[in-house]
């Protein structure tokens, strides 16, 4: 049962412009949400995260969205630039407990 | 701080045999989890511990996969016996108490042929 589920496996974009990455989940009981970025043969890496109760939350060039009564967040990455290229996870948790990934999004950033 | 540190880095084996992937945590942190990654199904949590105590391992496949975590400083991830569907990149993450990002080790390829 995915409960987080990111329906777009691949994502690619010029450089410059901005990327978006989609993510929606199905447990209402999820309060926090995180992206993490992953380069092959490496761990994934925490890049954002929000609580339930905001809807946006910025760090530089990334902005991650939250629409709770869709049950759906968005990571906006502006401007991209090629060494954004990674494999991005969407992850949920309820208080603390178990966290919960999505099957990631592959994004290519072409110079 | 030297991060989550997994070990082997590879392993390759052959259909049956025992596989023992280990995870050493950030010292202090109270909670640790397993997870799975493969194309088709992305970041699967397998199994996690909070204050050494197992949680949640209704991840965990079958009865051939089994975790332990004797104290605060060791995990086991243990897969006996192996076969070729258990292909994949195990990860080993830590979190600070709360509510707080996992710090993941760098992962443990299986290959069982």
């Known amino acids: 049962d995915q409960q987080v589920k990111q329906n777009s496996p691949s994502l690619s974009v010029q450089e410059g412009r901005i990327s978006i990455l989609n993510c929606d989940y199905t447990?209402?009981?999820?309060?926090?949400f995180l992206w993490y970025k992953k380069y092959p043969a490496e761990g994934p890496t925490f890049l954002i995260s929000i609580s339930s109760i905001k809807d946006k939350n910025e760090d530089g060039r990334f902005t991650v969205f939250l629409n709770k009564s869709a049950k759906h967040l968005s990571l906006h990455i502006v401007p991209s630039q090629p060494g954004d290229s990674a494999v991005y996870f969407c992850?949920?948790?309820?208080?603390?407990?178990?966290?919960?990934f999505g099957a990631g999004t592959r994004l290519t950033v072409k110079p | 701080d030297a991060g989550v540190i997994q070990s082997p880095r590879h392993e390759v084996t052959e259909m049956g045999q025992e596989v023992t992937l280990r995870c050493k945590p950030i010292?202090?942190?109270?909670?640790l989890f397993w997870y799975r990654q493969t194309m088709m199904r992305g970041l699967e949590l397998l199994i996690y511990f909070n204050n050494n105590v197992p949680i949640d391992d209704s991840g965990m496949p079958e009865d051939r996969f089994s975790a332990k975590m004797p104290n605060a400083s060791f995990s086991t991830l243990k897969i006996q016996p192996s076969e070729p569907r258990d292909s994949a990149v195990y990860f080993c993450a830590d979190r600070v108490g709360g509510a707080g990002e996992l710090f993941f080790g760098e992962g443990s390829r299986l290959t069982v042929l």
């Open positions: 992850a949920a948790s309820a208080g603390n407990n178990d966290m919960r």
């Open positions: 010292s202090g942190h109270n909670s």
């Open positions: 447990n209402s009981m999820f309060d926090y």
